[in-house]
């Protein structure tokens, strides 16, 4: 169902044209792809416009998902926490340009990591490895605190400065950073400098406990509670609607007194190129958030997020008041997000955002696996009808078809491969018509031999 979004800024009487789109595509991709629940809204000219609530809260009670519903927002963390290192920076108490290790006390880098900036870790240039984005914790368990953490993670992999390189470990150091340098915690600065000042009343870094909608992993198994050993990566909870706000905040003309208008710019504009797979989804990643031209010149930014049981995803065109953030409790639902964006950039009247791409592997994978069927009846009707095949022939089929038999079983046995998030609901039958292809090659192998 969808509901009008509750006060907090300026809301449309009226659901815009998008929603009805939306309120199509929405139910049959959730479907498709057993996505548990999602919240999706609409920002047109600076103002919301629409909430739309689907799905599930909690399936096991039958509590269904509701527009103040409090999430995870997993990575959405990394442009709130640049807006506080720039909020620092415009008052004089971070140097973006200085060495990191000017401000630490706590910890400190080692050798060839010297050179390493603010900037460098706003952007994800500073050369350090991704982390463990597994590390997760029980909210009444023990932990590492932050300097032990972070001693435990720090990997460099480039030079600084050098290329793009998403790093969860950069942003737990500039979480350091921000500690050390202002003497106060994390989460405390930020809900006092960001978070309070643009009317994000829901959202914190810090776990209370408070009553949220259950995660659902890739399996669609629930998720209990958890916290990670930093914040500033992928700690931050919230509401739909306090990162609406956040989105509005981020446009031109927004009335907000945390950045000045050309800081928020400075946010938005590409510092480094995105590489890796990042690349098929943006162009280039700013300070805090990944960027792209749409197809009529405007410029986009946007971020997301995936964690244990969570998915998130803001994108906004800062020029015109453009924007939509989508959040669901289950990791599933990359492909929903893909499916959303596409439609809403048909709305807008440019061609599909780059994260609509992900849509891109499903088409892939339809294609794959009519192939692979048609390949394994080939395959079939060459074993049965026998005849002589060089020994070469028959164990180069062997071996293929013992890999294509194999490859699916140990998948199935991992807990998280990119396969899994970007095709939920078809890789298993990817997997199926691998083994069948693997089945049908293994006949020709060790198939009957016609005598001459």
């Known amino acids: 169902m969808s509901v009008l979004l509750p006060g907090g800024i300026p809301a449309k009487a009226d659901a815009p044209a998008p929603a009805h789109l939306l309120e199509a595509t929405i139910p049959v991709r959730m479907a498709a792809d057993d996505v548990v629940g999602a919240v999706v809204m609409l920002i047109e000219d600076r103002a919301l416009v629409w909430t739309g ?29 640049a807006w506080g290192a720039m909020r620092l920076a415009e008052t004089g108490r971070l140097d973006l340009d200085a060495p990191i290790g000017d401000c630490l006390k706590r910890w400190h880098l080692p050798d060839g990591a010297a050179r390493i900036t603010p900037r460098d870790l706003l952007s994800h240039s500073a050369g350090i490895g991704l982390g463990d984005y597994a590390a997760r914790y029980t909210p009444d368990a023990p932990r590492p605190d932050l300097p032990d953490h972070i001693a435990q993670d720090f990997k460099m992999i480039a030079p600084p400065g050098t290329r793009f ?3 969860d470990t950069g942003y737990s150091l500039l979480e350091l950073a921000i500690e050390d340098c202002t003497g106060e915690d994390f989460g405390r600065f930020m809900a006092r400098e960001v978070l309070g000042p643009l009317g994000m009343a829901g959202t ?15 399996r669609g198994r629930p998720v209990a509670p958890y916290v990670y050993p930093a914040r500033a990566s992928g700690g931050l909870q919230a509401t739909a609607a ?6 509005v905040a981020g446009m031109a003309g927004a009335e907000q007194q945390v950045l000045s208008p050309e800081a928020v710019a400075s946010l938005h504009r590409p510092a480094v190129r995105a590489g890796g797979l990042f690349g098929f989804a943006a162009e280039g990643y700013g300070l805090g958030h990944f960027t792209e031209t749409l197809s009529d010149g405007r410029a986009a930014v946007w971020h ?25 409790n289950s990791q599933r639902a990359w492909p929903l997000f893909a499916a959303i964006l596409r439609d809403w950039s048909e709305s807008l009247g440019v061609a599909p955002v780059g994260m609509a791409r992900v849509l891109w592997a499903e088409r892939a994978a339809h294609v794959g696996i009519a192939l692979g069927l048609f390949f394994a009846a ?27 038999i194999l490859w699916p079983l140990w998948a199935a046995a991992q807990e998280y491969l990119f396969l899994f998030s970007i ?4 890789w298993p039958w990817l997997g199926a018509t691998s083994g069948l292809v ?14 001459r």
């Open 242 to 247: 306090d990162i609406a706000r956040f989105a």
């Open 204 to 218: 914190r870094f810090d776990w209370t406990g408070a009553e949220m909608p259950v995660g659902h992993d890739l």
């Open 438 to 451: 693997g089945l049908s090659l293994a006949a020709v192998a060790l198939g009957p031999r016609r005598s």
């Open 53 to 81: 609530t689907f799905g599930m809260a909690d399936p096991a009670t039958g509590r269904p998902m509701g527009p103040d519903a409090l999430f995870r927002v997993e990575s959405i963390s990394k442009p709130v926490t």
């Open 423 to 426: 095709l939920p609901g078809i």
């Open 165 to 167: 390189g998403y790093s």
């Open 304 to 328: 997301g997020g995936q964690g244990y049981g969570w998915m998130s995803h803001m994108h906004l065109v800062p020029e015109t008041g453009n924007g939509i953030v989508i959040l669901s």
């Open 378 to 404: 080939l395959s079939l009707r060459t074993a049965l009808r026998g005849g002589q095949r060089p020994l070469v022939a028959r164990t180069m089929a062997g071996a293929i078809g013992a890999a294509l």
